[in-house]
């Protein structure tokens, strides 16, 4: 597992975090943690102490609700992100999106490239950024490389829903968040998107609130 820098200091910081129990503070959009890049998984956690940090990190998206969740949004800069979607949509939402479950997974050290060109835009939220959502324009398939809770190495595609997931935690972890490349002019309240924008796709959003979306896919 390498030589951990820092560990006693940084597992000391996480073992404080958890001592409470139950879902932990998620950390909102100003906060300078979620504007840095998280330093690789090496070790700085030892396994028990991991496998606790990554429960809590899944007790607390499903608290929020979510449907992924990032180690710097509860303040640890470290690139670990947990992912699970039950997708309780409607079928023509689940077509439309490509919102087919995705069953709980934990991403360590992750990285992602698109596969082929078609984009795919669709209003996203972040639980760092309560009550608000935009639109967002992502490649819709990309190949993940990761290792999972355990070290096994990880390289799959994945597409629909389940591939924006991957690419906004991932995103967290390079201290990116989704408003940096959302529509700016999309922006709804979470209100505003179920009153208005719940359609399948965001075209008559686009349409009524000036936004582009991407072209047919190519
Ligand atoms: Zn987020």
Same mark, same amino acid.
């Given at each position: 597992?390498? +030589?951990? @820098? ?11 975090? /958890? ?6 503070? &998620? ?14 998984? =090496? ?5 028990? /102490? ?9 007790? +607390?998206? %499903?608290?929020?609700?979510? !449907? ?5 949004? *509860?303040? *640890? #800069?470290?690139? &670990?992100?947990? &992912? ?15 919102? *087919? ?33 935009? !639109? $967002?324009? @992502?490649?819709? @398939? $990309?190949?993940?490389?990761? +290792? =999972?809770? %355990? #070290?096994?190495?990880?390289?799959? !595609? ?6 924006? &997931?991957?690419? %906004?935690? +991932? =995103?967290? /972890?390079? #201290? *990116? ?13 979470? @209100? ?16 009524? /609130? ?9």
């Amino acid at each position: 597992m390498g +030589t951990p @820098r820092n560990s006693s200091s940084l597992a000391e910081r996480v073992e404080e975090l /958890l001592a409470p129990g139950g879902p932990l503070p &998620i950390a909102e959009a100003g906060d300078p943690v979620l504007r840095r890049a998280a330093e690789p998984f =090496d070790g700085q956690l030892p396994p028990a /102490l991991l496998a606790r940090f990554v429960e809590a990190l899944r007790l +607390t998206m %499903h608290a929020a609700p979510g !449907v992924g969740l990032a180690a710097p949004q *509860v303040g *640890v #800069g470290l690139r &670990i992100a947990v &992912i699970e979607d039950p997708a309780p949509v409607p079928e023509e939402v689940r077509v439309a999106r490509g919102r *087919v479950p995705q069953p709980f997974r934990v991403l360590v050290n992750p990285s992602y490239e698109p596969v082929g060109e078609a984009p795919a835009a669709f209003f996203e939220g972040c639980l760092s950024v309560p009550g608000w959502q935009a !639109v $967002v324009a @992502r490649p819709a @398939r $990309v190949r993940l490389r990761a +290792t =999972d809770e %355990h #070290g096994l190495a990880v390289d799959e !595609v994945f597409s629909g829903w389940p591939a924006r &997931i991957v690419q %906004h935690e +991932t =995103d967290h /972890l390079d #201290g *990116v968040l989704y408003l940096d490349r959302a529509e700016s002019r999309s922006l709804s309240s979470s @209100r505003a998107v179920a009153e208005l924008w719940a359609q399948p796709t965001p075209e008559r959003a686009a349409a009524a /609130l000036g936004f582009e979306l991407p072209g047919p896919a190519a």
